[in-house]
């Protein structure tokens, strides 16, 4: 029904930058219905819970951040291309992690929480090496 695909991780040094991309697909996927969903990024480091990173509303007007992403990390859509964005500045070793686009069903607030996000793509690595 719908299919998120992750992109644009890698290993990077502290400091550089990275700008990760998820692609939304699917038979019954169009173009008025992206603009309907609340998107997120989240990551999960090894034996880790996965956390919220960044979240964007289906207009693309209203943003949240993790505090340890404040300041570095932004977060953007292109509705006419199905995608959202992940830009990554100033990157840190404990940003490493595998990143994972979500899809919110609801329209309303943007949300952090793990269980409000019923799609899923299948992860980036990102490796920061100090």
């Known amino acids: 029904q719908v299919q998120l695909v992750e992109s644009g991780g890698g290993l990077v040094q502290a400091g550089g930058s990275l700008r990760l991309s998820c692609a939304a697909s699917g038979r019954a996927f169009s173009y008025s219905a992206f603009s309907s969903y609340n998107m997120a990024w989240f990551r999960q480091a090894p034996g880790k819970e996965r956390e919220f990173v960044a979240g964007?509303?289906?207009?693309?007007?209203?943003?949240d951040y993790a505090d340890s992403v404040k300041g570095r990390f932004t977060i953007s859509r292109d509705n006419a291309k199905n995608t959202v964005y992940l830009q990554m500045i100033s990157l840190k070793p404990e940003d490493t992690a595998v990143y994972y686009c979500?899809?919110?069903?609801?329209?309303?607030?943007?949300?952090?929480?793990?269980?409000?996000?019923?799609?899923w793509g299948q992860g980036t690595q990102v490796t920061v090496s100090s």
């Open positions: 979500g899809l919110d069903r609801s329209a309303g607030a943007v949300r952090a929480a793990l269980g409000a996000y019923g799609y």
């Open positions: 964007i509303s289906w207009n693309g007007r209203t943003t």
